[in-house]
């Protein structure tokens, strides 16, 4: 079993519509949940910055965490052909130098 | 503020050559880290530097890659020699400590 697991996609949604990215982690040890947008060619961009549980938006963006049912998530509103990219998941724990696991990203495509 | 630099950005090898990549860090950034992101899947973390020392480097196949962080500044990853497993893009970020990290664009390697 991976310690993070992120469904691929592809996921094709029309403009203006409201997008949903899951992970799901096996580590109860992580803490520091992120994600990240990766355009083609580009390196990630952190989009998203949560410690703990609990719900963060900034615009558009809405990341939440359960921990209790090791269960992340980004809901993305009002979608733009803009957002069209491929979305990683990342965690860390508070230990070893909070080393970093990503999940495979999922890539998303909004339609005009 | 300049982001990370990364060079080249695409290389093309056969296999059992050797290959070099470098990655100049955010000024200031104490942290710096190589990433391997294989197509379709998220960056998993090579080796971890924090100023001229190894913090985490127990993914990185050490009989055959070699990283180096001189005067915790500018760093070069080495492939020697290459297998064709190996093509993947590189990728370089850094941090101020163990916080948000910053990627750089990446190198793409092809190995023939």
């Known amino acids: 079993q991976k310690e993070v697991e992120q469904d691929p996609g592809p996921l094709s949604v029309p403009e203006g519509a409201i997008v949903s990215l899951n992970c799901t982690y096996s580590?109860?040890?992580?803490?520091?949940f992120m994600w990240y947008r990766q355009y083609s060619r580009k390196g990630p961009e952190l989009l998203m910055y949560?410690?703990?549980?609990g719900n963060k938006e900034d615009g558009r963006f809405t990341a939440q965490v359960d921990k209790s049912s090791k269960y992340i998530s980004l809901f993305i509103r009002d979608s733009q052909p803009s957002d069209s990219a491929t979305y990683l998941c990342?965690?860390?724990?508070?230990?070893?130098?909070?080393?970093?696991?990503f999940g495979a990203g999922t890539r998303l495509f909004v339609k005009a | 503020e300049a982001g990370v630099a990364q060079s080249p950005r695409y290389k093309i090898i056969e296999k059992r050559q050797s290959v070099a990549f470098w990655c100049n860090p955010i000024?200031?950034?104490?942290?710096l880290y190589w990433y391997q992101q294989i197509l379709g899947q998220g960056p998993k973390l090579l080796i971890q530097?924090?100023?001229?020392?190894?913090?985490?480097d127990s993914q990185l196949p050490k009989d055959r890659f070699s990283a180096e962080r001189l005067k915790g500044v500018d760093s070069t990853l080495k492939i020697q020699p290459a297998k064709l497993e190996d093509s993947a893009v590189y990728l370089c970020?850094?941090?101020?400590?163990?916080?948000?990290?910053?990627f750089g664009p990446g190198t793409r390697l092809t190995v023939l």
């Open positions: 970020a850094s941090s101020i400590m163990t916080d948000t990290q910053y």
């Open positions: 580590n109860s040890a992580f803490q520091y």
């Open positions: 949560t410690y703990s549980s």
């Open positions: 990342a965690m860390s724990d508070s230990a070893g130098g909070f080393k970093t696991i």
């Open positions: 000024s200031g950034h104490a942290t």
């Open positions: 530097f924090q100023n001229n020392g190894v913090v985490d």
